[in-house]
């Protein structure tokens, strides 16, 4: 349990977070099944990019802290060997997919699990494909959900329109296809984050991109490079929010990402009347990385719409706050998808920005946001999914008397810190 009191004053000062958590677990990915040693710097502490680097030593990739980095030991794809136990993804949804197309094409058997939450998210979505492509999986029951039994084999390539937006399963084809024989090509119905596309090409990969379709060689070995994950924007949108809606805030995040696949959410603050300036752009590693300043003020409600879902898809539930603090009516739709996150995103936001004195009106695919003045102060639930622990946090700095969370350890998921640094903002 932990409180997070009213806030009385602006949020002012500068501050970084964490590492990028999606382009993390590929730095770890690509460093692994590539040929030589890799340093990865700036690799969040979370703990679902914790579980993609364990994921790796389990299949006898050798690992080693160095300093304030990593560094990854690749032996090419046939570096890798059976695990000799039940691989555990944990809570991380990243972790489970990418790996299940990157053990698609390996010559052994490997099981993947997860918690309680990760166990009930949609495993059919990557199974389909990458059956397709020659593996053979066996989920729980049948039913697409993990565990996920795991048998590699010569891949062929494939052609495969993704149903759902999604870049995990994306990303998934893409790491089956550089093991296949031929060429195979993804098409996605929205163009979803492209970090598997970018870091592929960093280490060496053949891989070309028209529109909304990626092709990609098989039978490609990958060679070791260092880079610096940037950091998360994902993260830094809590701390985005918290400003734009105090007003009289002023606060600078430094060196965040800022890829056009991730940016969404700053497009909605905007139209939302948030006063967000981009400093610095700069590419590292070929991301595009910069630095936010954000000025607070009082935000207006808007419509997001279904484009806005695979640019915005990890920062509803901090639009649902900001939302909540604007003024007049938010309406989210065509966010289906968010049901099928760490927790079913749609209903948890509503049930608990309900108790925060909010008028939230649930539907399939969003959610209609009355926004106030200030919320009401109250007890709420995270449901154990790290972003509506940390976005029902921003709403207590909104909320007279403060917001009691039952659970703050999940925020370690993607943003270790993260109530460190609330507080330190509390107090300068
Ligand atoms: C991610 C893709 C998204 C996102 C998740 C991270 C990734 O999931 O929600 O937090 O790193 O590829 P989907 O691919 O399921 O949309």
């Known amino acids: 349990m932990r409180t997070i009191e009213a806030i009385k004053h602006p949020l002012k000062g500068e501050l ?20 030589g040693r890799s340093r990865v710097l700036n690799l969040s502490g979370g703990e679902d990019n914790l579980r993609t680097v364990q994921a790796f030593e389990d299949l006898g990739v050798a690992v080693r ?5 990593l560094s990854i030991e690749g032996k090419g794809w046939d570096g890798l060997h059976a695990p000799g136990g039940v691989i555990d993804c944990g809570n991380s949804g990243t972790t489970m997919r990418l790996l299940s197309g990157v053990l698609a094409g390996r010559p052994f058997t490997a099981t993947l699990d997860g918690d309680q ?5 949609p495993m059919q979505r990557v199974i389909d494909p990458l059956g397709r492509m020659g593996a053979r ?13 795991i048998r590699g084999a010569t891949l062929r390539a494939i052609r495969y329109a993704t149903a759902v937006a999604s870049a995990q399963v994306k990303s998934a084809i893409i790491l089956a296809g550089l093991q296949a024989e031929g060429i195979t090509v993804v098409e996605e119905p929205q163009h979803t984050r492209d970090h598997t596309e970018i870091m592929a090409r960093a280490f060496g990969a053949d891989i070309t991109v028209k529109g909304n379709s990626i092709a990609v060689g098989g039978r490609q070995g990958l060679s070791a490079r260092d880079l610096r994950v940037p ?22 995040v430094r060196d965040v990402g800022y890829n056009p696949t991730r940016s969404g959410v700053l497009d909605v603050l905007r139209r939302m009347g948030a006063r967000i300036e981009i400093l610095n752009p700069r590419e590292e590693s070929g991301e595009p990385v910069a630095d936010l300043r954000v000025l607070g003020g009082r935000l207006k409600g808007v419509d997001i719409g279904p484009e806005m879902v695979a640019r915005t898809i990890d920062e509803y539930p901090i639009l649902a706050v900001a939302a909540a603090l604007a003024e007049g009516k938010t309406t989210i739709s065509g966010a289906r998808e968010l049901r099928y996150k760490e927790s079913d995103r749609i209903a948890t936001m509503t049930s ?8 939230v009106e649930e539907r399939e695919d969003g959610m209609t946001i009355a926004g106030r003045e200030r919320l009401k102060g109250a007890g709420v639930n995270t449901y154990g999914d790290h972003r509506v622990a940390m976005a029902l946090s921003v709403a207590g700095l909104g909320a007279d008397g403060g917001v009691t969370i039952d659970d703050s350890a999940c925020a370690d998921v993607s943003f270790p810190g ?10 300068s």
């Open 16 to 35: 970084t977070v964490p590492g990028d958590k999606s382009i993390g677990h590929r730095a770890v990915i690509f460093s692994a099944i590539a040929g």
């Open 65 to 69: 802290r160095e300093g304030k980095g």
């Open 117 to 121: 939450s990760l166990r009930r998210r």
């Open 137 to 149: 999986i066996s989920s729980r029951n049948g039913k697409g959900l993990a565990p996920l039994e």
């Open 231 to 252: 950091g998360d924007l994902s993260s830094a949108a809590f701390l985005v929010v918290a400003a734009a809606v105090i007003p009289g805030s002023d606060l600078i």
């Open 352 to 359: 608990e920005l309900r108790k925060l004195g909010v008028e």
């Open 418 to 427: 993260f109530f460190e640094l609330l507080e330190r903002l509390r107090r």
